[in-house]
T-cell receptor, first 112, second 112 residues
Framework: QKEVEQNSGPLSVPEGAIASLNCTYSDRVSQSFFWYRQYSGKSPELIMSIYSNGDKEDGRFTAQLNKASQYVSLLIRDSQPSDSATYLCAVNPSGGSYIPTFGRGTSLIVHP | EAGVTQFPSHSVIEKGQTVTLRCDPISGHDNLYWYRRVMGKEIKFLLHFVKESKQDESGMPNNRFLAERTGGTYSTLKVQPAELEDSGVYFC??????????FGQGTRLTVV
């Protein structure tokens, strides 16, 4: 069983729409969750961290965490073509490790 | 401010040869991480340094891989002897505190 699962996509949304990216994880006691964005040919960059159940908003981005269901999502409001990238979900396993486990990423395409 | 820098950007070597990858983290970042992405797979953790000390090397595949971090500054990852399955993109990341926040552009290693 994969530890962090994401739909590889591509997820295609029109400009201005809400893009919803989902991620599930297998370690029930994971405590820390991260979203990274990776533009084509570039390196990943950390864009969001979330540690408790509920929503965390940062500009047009909202991370949502549901530990009971073991999923974390990233919503991008008012999507722009510049948001087109691969979004990687990463989860810190239990046991105090600070080494996140990555999913394979979801490719997002925002078309004008 | 310079980001995380990796050298070389590409390397093609023959099976059995030795290759050394270098990472210069962002100045002042005590935490340095090595990751690898094999084509079509997720980014996999290799090693974590805190300053010059190896905090976690549980992801190193075998003893053909040797990582060092001289004086807590730059780091090298040596593969000796290289095997075909070592091919992939090797990422370095750094941060002041976990998790890894800033990634380098990666070194694409091809073993033929």
């Amino acid at each position: 069983q994969k530890e962090v699962e994401q739909n590889s996509g591509p997820l295609s949304v029109p400009e201005g729409a809400i893009a919803s990216l989902n991620c599930t994880y297998s370690d029930r006691v994971s405590q820390s969750f991260f979203w990274y964005r990776q533009y084509s040919g570039k390196s990943p960059e950390l864009i969001m961290s979330i540690y408790s159940n509920g929503d965390k908003e940062d500009g047009r981005f909202t991370a949502q965490l549901n530990k009971a269901s073991q999923y974390v999502s990233l919503l991008i409001r008012d999507s722009q073509p510049s948001d087109s990238a691969t979004y990687l979900c990463a989860v810190n396993p239990s046991g105090g490790s600070y080494i996140p486990t990555f999913g394979r990423g979801t490719s997002l395409i925002v078309h004008p | 401010e310079a980001g995380v820098t990796q050298f070389p950007s590409h390397s093609v070597i023959e099976k059995g040869q030795t290759v050394t990858l270098r990472c210069d983290p962002i100045s002042g970042h005590d935490n340095l991480y090595w990751y690898r992405r094999v084509m079509g797979k997720e980014i996999k953790f290799l090693l974590h340094f805190v300053k010059e000390s190896k905090q976690d090397e549980s992801g190193m595949p075998n003893n053909r891989f040797l990582a060092e971090r001289t004086g807590g500054t730059y780091s090298t990852l040596k593969v000796q002897p290289a095997e075909l399955e070592d091919s992939g993109v090797y990422f370095c990341a750094s941060s002041q505190v976990p998790p890894p926040a800033f990634f380098g552009q990666g070194t694409r290693l091809t073993v033929v």
